[in-house]
């Protein structure tokens, strides 16, 4: 689940629109009341009716740094400034991604131009390259 919050977006990037990154703090003020939002109004109230500590709405872990009595407020405000460092961390790769995409596939064009298939490009892509060109 952690590796699919971070290779998600890499991954709707390199498909291109309507995924291209827009403003940073638009997607902040998006991402962050959605993940209250589902903390708050969907796992508390499971956790509670089920009794289980669900992504840690009931009670802290005893390892967590926020440990004590305002441990979920800390948690809200800390998650925020993680969620938009992450922005600001995307905002600087993506830029790098497509310059190296640019390098590697100079000539790639079409609606899935973006996308890196494991084998390369397939025969009837490279006949279509080849038409192109001439």
């Known amino acids: 689940q952690h590796y699919a919050i971070v290779l998600l977006p890499l991954y709707l990037n390199s498909l291109g629109q309507p995924y291209n990154q827009g403003s940073l ?15 708050m109004i969907f796992l508390q ?16 872990v005893t390892a967590d740094p926020f440990y004590g ?4 407020l800390h948690g809200a405000w800390h998650q925020g400034v993680v969620i938009f460092l992450m922005l600001c961390l995307y905002t600087l790769v993506f830029p790098i991604i497509e310059t190296i995409k640019s390098h590697i596939m100079p000539h ?6 973006n996308v890196v298939f ?5 025969k009837v892509d490279s006949e ?5 060109e001439h």
């Not at 956790?47 to 009670?59: E, F, K, M, Q």
């Not at 009595?69 to 979920?72: F, G, L, M, Q």
């Open 108 to 113: 790639a064009t079409g609606k899935f131009s």
């Open 45 to 60: 109230p499971l956790a509670i009716y089920t009794g289980v500590n669900v992504s840690t709405v009931l009670c802290p």
């Open 69 to 72: 009595p305002n441990y979920i």
């Open 118 to 122: 494991a084998g390369g490009p397939s």
């Open 25 to 39: 703090i638009s997607y902040w003020l998006i991402s962050y009341p959605v993940f209250i939002a589902y903390h």
């Open 128 to 132: 279509q390259l080849a038409k192109k």
